[in-house]
């Protein structure tokens, strides 16, 4: 079992950034594909980006269309943190946000989905005023 900890959600205007964190502790870090997952009132859980576990700190990226080109993934190994930078926030944003392991070594295709992740952190929340 691979314990989460997501931190430094909270409030910022539309326009502004934040940048999230999740630390695990667990020996594999560098095993795991990474997720950041976020979930608003009443929707779905939604897919934001992955992480790959292979290539150390620089992993393969991918990212839902919605925030492609305004979040950006990374994880460092040494510090058994993952991390997300979001920038250029809208009040849609506005949601908890959830990090995400899967197994390790995972190469399915699964990774956009919860279902592909087998460990998460109680969230963090991220509010975006207009």
């Known amino acids: 079992q691979v314990q989460l900890v997501e931190s430094g959600g909270g409030l910022v205007q539309a326009g502004g950034s934040l940048r999230l964190s999740c630390i695990a502790s667990?020996?594999?870090?560098?095993?795991?594909?990474l997720a950041w997952f976020r979930q608003a009132p009443g929707k779905d859980r939604e897919f934001l980006a992955a992480?790959?576990?292979?290539?150390?700190?620089?992993?393969?990226?991918f990212y839902a269309d919605s925030v492609k080109d305004r979040f950006a993934i990374s994880r460092h190994n040494a510090k058994n943190t993952l991390y997300l930078q979001m920038s250029s926030l809208k009040p849609e944003d506005t949601a908890d946000y959830y990090c995400?392991?899967?197994?390790?070594?995972?190469?399915?295709?699964?990774?956009?989905?919860?279902?592909?992740?087998?460990?998460w952190g109680q969230g963090t929340q991220v509010t975006v005023s207009s």
């Open positions: 995400a392991a899967a197994l390790p070594y995972y190469t399915g295709n699964r990774y956009r989905t919860p279902t592909g992740y087998v460990n």
């Open positions: 667990t020996m594999t870090f560098n095993t795991l594909p």
């Open positions: 992480i790959s576990w292979s290539g150390g700190d620089g992993g393969s990226t």
